[in-house]
Structure formats: structure tokens, C-alpha cells
């Protein structure tokens, strides 16, 4: 686990955007890297404290870069969305963890859901929900082994739409998470009206839970309201031990986070995890 973790921290640390002379150049290469393999999905698994078993892994995209190396998506996401390159993108990250999924479920192992993240712009597109379903259906795995993370920005952009859009994914059994819970839009009405599964509370009140008594009070009162609401809630961003006590103490059920362990390639996921297999 340290190694792993270690690894993501230099990753991180990376100068990376400066090696791009332009914003132009970085999306001609982006182009590129969609169509000749360069991206990659690594995969950070989330805990169930109640049964100590993992309940879902989350595809997070990294650009393999053949001159820069390892990029990760906070540098070229937004450029993506910009761009409108991240209809391309996120259509070849579902294709990608469904494919994996795929290789999972051929082998018998890791018998999780794959969580993936919708971007807001992908979210827009008056096509999405067709193509997500298509896609996951090309690749002959049943949908409701999929969670679409998605945020609060998306939801509320045209309530309407949202939730025609949303029955019709639920409709084949996919998941629907909301990520970064806690820092988008204060309406929680929609929390009501809307089949979602799960809420992310986002990981800077995880941060400091131990220091703010603030950040302890919303994370309480999220977890709360996930109960009251029959809504799972997973706490993003743990870290070490301290915060897991507390979050205990909350009766929070699901954590992710580097204690567990950071995002890593499928093939390091089932070296690691291959003994938290449920069955
Ligand atoms: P996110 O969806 O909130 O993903 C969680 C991010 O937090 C990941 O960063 C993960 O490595 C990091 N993280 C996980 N546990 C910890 C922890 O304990 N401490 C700290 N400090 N960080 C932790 P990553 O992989 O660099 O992704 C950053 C963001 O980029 C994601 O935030 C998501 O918004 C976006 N992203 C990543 N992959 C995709 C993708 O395939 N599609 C889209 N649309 N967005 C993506
Ligand atoms: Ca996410
Ligand atoms: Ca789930
Ligand atoms: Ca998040």
C-alpha cells in the first residue's frame, strides 16, 4: 500500500501543464491520445466498514503521455471539457471500465460495481443516457454492475431533463452517485425527487474532521440525512486513522481514500484485493 501511495504522490507532483507550449497543442495531442491508446483508467477501491468488504471500484482516467508521461486529469480534463473533447473522452472511459468489468467477470474476481464519472458537459448532452446504455451494452455486461458519479452542477442545471434522464439509466439498473456532495448547490430538494444511490461527501470536510468542528457538523448531518433518506454515504479522502475513528463515530458505512488505498491499475487492484473478494 505505502509504495502505492508514494507512487501517486510524485505523480501529483509532476510540473506538467508548462511542458505544453499552447492550450491548442495539448488538445491536438489529447485528440491523439483518445484514438491511439495513450489514456488509461486506474481504479481506487471504496470499503464497507459494516462488513469490511469492498463494494465498488472508481475508474479515475490518466494520460500516459508518450514524451511527458503520466498526466493526471485535474491538467487536462478542463481542457477536455473546453474543447468538447469529453463527449470522446468519457465515452471511451465507459467503454474501458466496462470492458474491464468484462475481464473481471470472465475471470471470476472482484466481484464489484465500477463507478465512473460523468462530466458535467457529458451530462448535457441530449444523447448521453442512449449512448452510456448502448456502450455498456456493446460490451455485453449488465448495466447495474455500473454507478455513474455525477455532480451537483449537473443535476440542476434543467430539473426536468435530469430526472427523465436519470429514470431512464435507473431504469437499466444503473447506479447513480452525487460526487463532491456538500460544495455544489444548496437545494437538497432534488434528493427527493430523483433516484440517487449515494452520496460522495466531498474531501475537504474529511480533511480537517478531526481539527473543525464545523466540518464535523456537515459530515454528521450528511450522513444523517443519507439514513433518514435511505441513501448510502460514502466519506471521500480518508486518510489516515484519526479520521476513520471519527467518521466511525458518525456511523458513516463507506469510506475511500489513500488509507485504503490511492487509485492504481486494474492489475495492481487485483494483486491487492484479490483476498476482500466477497464470495
Ligand atoms: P473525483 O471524482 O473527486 O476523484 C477523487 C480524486 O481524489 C482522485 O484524484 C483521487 O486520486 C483523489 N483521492 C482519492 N483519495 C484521496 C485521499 O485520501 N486524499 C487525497 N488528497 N486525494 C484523494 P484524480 O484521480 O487525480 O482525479 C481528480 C478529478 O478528475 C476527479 O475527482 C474527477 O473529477 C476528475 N476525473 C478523473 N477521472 C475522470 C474521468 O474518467 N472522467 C471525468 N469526467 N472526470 C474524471
Ligand atoms: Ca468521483
Ligand atoms: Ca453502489
Ligand atoms: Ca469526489
Not at 147 to 174: W, Y
Not at 190 to 198: D, G, M, R, T
Request: glycine letters at 4%; proline letters at 4%; one cysteine or more.
Amino acid at each position: 500500500k505505502q509504495t502505492g501511495k508514494n507512487k501517486l504522490i510524485t505523480f501529483q507532483a509532476m510540473p506538467l501543464l508548462p511542458r505544453f507550449t499552447s492550450q491548442i497543442h495539448m488538445e491536438t495531442d489529447l485528440r491523439k491520445a483518445i484514438t491511439e491508446n495513450q489514456l488509461c483508467l486506474y481504479y481506487q477501491p471504496r470499503l464497507e466498514l459494516s462488513t469490511g468488504h469492498i463494494s465498488c471500484l472508481e475508474a479515475l482516467v490518466r494520460w500516459n503521455h508518450p514524451l511527458y508521461g503520466m498526466i493526471a486529469p485535474a491538467d487536462f480534463i478542463p481542457i477536455a471539457e473546453e474543447s468538447g473533447l469529453i463527449i470522446q473522452l468519457g465515452e471511451w472511459v465507459l467503454r474501458e471500465a466496462c470492458l474491464q468489468k468484462a475481464r473481471w467477470l470472465a475471470q471470476d474476481k472482484l466481484d464489484y460495481q465500477v463507478a465512473v464519472n460523468i462530466s458535467p458537459c457529458q451530462f448535457q448532452d441530449e444523447s448521453f443516457a442512449d449512448k452510456a446504455i448502448r456502450i455498456i451494452e456493446q460490451t455485453g455486461i449488465h448495466p447495474s454492475y455500473l454507478e455513474f458519479e455525477i455532480t451537483e452542477s449537473s443535476i440542476m442545471q434543467n430539473m426536468d431533463k435530469t430526472i427523465a434522464v436519470l429514470d431512464k439509466l435507473c431504469a437499466k439498473g444503473i447506479s447513480i452517485s452525487i460526487d463532491d456532495f456538500g460544495i455544489g448547490y444548496s437545494s437538497l430538494n432534488y434528493l427527493k425527487e430523483f433516484p440517487i444511490h449515494c452520496l460522495k461527501i466531498d474531501r475537504s470536510f474529511v480533511k480537517n474532521i478531526q481539527s473543525n468542528s464545523n466540518d464535523l457538523a456537515i459530515t454528521n448531518a450528511i450522513i444523517h440525512l443519507g439514513h433518514a433518506l435511505n441513501i448510502q454515504v460514502v466519506a471521500e479522502g480518508v486518510e489516515d486513522v484519526g479520521q476513520l475513528d471519527i467518521l466511525k463515530e458518525t456511523t458513516c458505512t463507506t469510506i475511500q481514500g489513500f488509507l485504503l488505498s490511492p487509485p492504481v491499475s486494474a492489475y495492481e487492484i487485483e494483486q491487492t484485493f484479490h483476498m476482500y473478494d466477497n464470495r
